[in-house]
């Protein structure tokens, strides 16, 4: 992110979109995201722009004119750049919350977390190698990918990584290291039927609520709340069964949090039909089609 080093005049410009009202001009989004990664001296960068009901960019055509903004912009500056373009209709994996969704990603790198995270997951990181000419082939960068989660490789890098940047490597292997939250409460099915939908935005809404996130800039952050999707998109699912758990801190932002998540899940006679999760990839002047 911007720091007083690192695309410095990026906070004075976010705060002249704010006041007036450019937050969501694509062009100053571009610069904002590009102005950094591109100060970092990075040479390759693979993109995940999110669309859908949970995202920034609601509708596909928004979020392609986004991901070819941000790809042009990457390649003029001598950074080979693509974008996938992702569905957040809703909640990608079970986990929303800081510390909740750091151990759906370590379990993700057991090869234990949900399928929808890992397919993500395994896919960028293919692509990076792709970018970063480490690989030429998809298929051989995929298995590639898969090979270091069932060997564990993937998980010893992560805890370097942890390890150099001053955090402790033991919570990898023991989670309850964690920061959690002590209190709990459920959503629940109020009839016999399918999940039809998980509204993102509401779930997202809900956890800032909570305290995992923040609506305002000098808010805290409570790195141990947030919530558990127990029936995803698409599960049967009985009268009074639990949906959604809320990990919350003494109460706090629970009614509003329960008012949000209530009306954030529909349970039907059956589900619609699931759209993709990776609709497309963009990519730069130089092709790279592997």
Do not use: W
């Not at 558990?228 to 809320?246: C, K, P, T, W």
């Amino acid at each position: 992110g911007q720091t007083s080093e690192i695309a410095p005049a990026d906070k004075k410009l976010y705060a002249l979109r704010d006041v007036t009202a450019t937050i969501e001009s694509i062009p100053l989004i571009s610069a904002s995201i590009m102005s950094k990664k591109i100060a970092e001296g990075i040479a390759g960068l693979v993109l995940d722009v999110k669309v859908g009901r949970g995202a920034f960019m609601k509708t596909e055509p928004d979020a392609r004119r986004l991901a070819e903004s941000l790809v042009s912009i990457g390649e003029a500056a001598g950074v080979r750049t693509e974008a996938l373009l992702t569905n957040m209709d809703a909640p990608l994996g079970r986990a929303v919350g800081n510390a909740l969704e750091i151990i759906e990603c370590v379990e993700t790198l057991k090869g234990n977390g949900p399928q929808d995270v890992e397919a993500l997951s395994v896919e960028l990181a293919a692509r990076m190698l792709i970018v970063s000419g480490t690989e030429r082939d998809g298929a051989r960068a995929e298995a590639r990918v898969r090979a270091a989660i069932a060997d564990g490789s993937g998980l010893a890098k992560l805890k370097q990584i942890v390890e150099n940047q001053g955090g402790d490597p033991r919570a990898i292997d023991d989670c309850s290291r964690m920061p959690s939250a002590p209190d709990r409460d459920r959503i629940t099915a109020t009839r016999d039927g399918v999940v039809a939908t998980i509204e993102a935005e509401l779930v997202g809404r809900a956890a800032v609520v909570l305290g995992a996130g923040r609506d305002r800039l000098d808010a805290p952050i409570d790195p141990g709340v947030g919530l558990m999707i127990l029936a995803s998109r698409g599960s049967r699912v009985r009268a009074g069964e639990a949906v959604i758990e809320i990990h919350h801190r003494g109460g706090r932002g629970l009614e509003e949090a329960r008012r949000l998540l209530t009306g954030a899940v529909e349970v039907a006679d059956s589900a619609p039909p699931a759209r993709p999760l990776i609709f497309d990839r963009i990519q730069g002047i130089q092709k790279r089609t592997a």
